[in-house]
């Protein structure tokens, strides 16, 4: 039976989880306290919150949040980066930090309610941004619709050209 700060943190980590686009797990091993500081601080100034816990108790958070397949992933040392912003941006932040101490390993993560593995996570975070997206989506949709403007407007481009043409013809005759 869980202590009463045991069952805190579970429902804590089963609301992170919930309310989370994604989520990133590492292992922190040998990192210092000093390093730890300003990983977190790094990490709140991308809006990813950044907590360690212990690994059967967020064990127990998933399950209870519903998602599936984290066991496999849930050994050694285990911080979790939660992002509520977009799925991309816990992933992002990680990898940034994860390149910058060189000692933290990425682990797994967690999309929607299904874990993935380290290789997923990568490959989420060298996603282009969610601005990034939205602009090619709407270039995308802008291209036909610019290309029946420009068939639209050719006759008219046409008569204007030919009439400029008779214009010269007369100006030359005279």
Do not use: C, H
């Amino acid at each position: 039976m869980p202590t009463q700060r045991k069952a805190e943190i579970i429902e804590e980590a089963k609301e992170d989880l919930t309310r989370a686009q994604a989520a990133v797990l590492a292992d922190y091993r040998g990192l210092t306290v000093k390093q730890m500081t300003e990983l977190r601080r790094k990490l709140a100034e991308q809006g990813v919150t950044f907590k360690v816990i212990k690994n059967t108790l967020l064990r127990i958070a998933a399950e209870q949040a519903g998602v599936e397949g984290l066991g496999p992933y849930l050994a050694g040392p285990t911080a979790v980066a939660f992002s509520e912003q977009d799925p991309v941006t816990a992933a992002r932040a990680m990898s940034q930090v994860v390149r910058e101490f060189r000692r933290m390993e990425i682990k797994a993560g967690v999309l929607g309610r299904q874990a993935i593995g380290p290789e997923a996570v990568r490959s989420l975070a060298e996603l282009p941004s969610r601005e990034v997206l939205v602009g090619q989506v709407v270039s995308a949709l802008a291209a036909p619709i610019q290309r029946v403007v420009w068939v639209l407007n050719a006759p008219i481009a046409n008569l204007a050209r030919a009439l400029d043409q008779i214009r010269q013809l007369r100006e030359a005759q005279g």
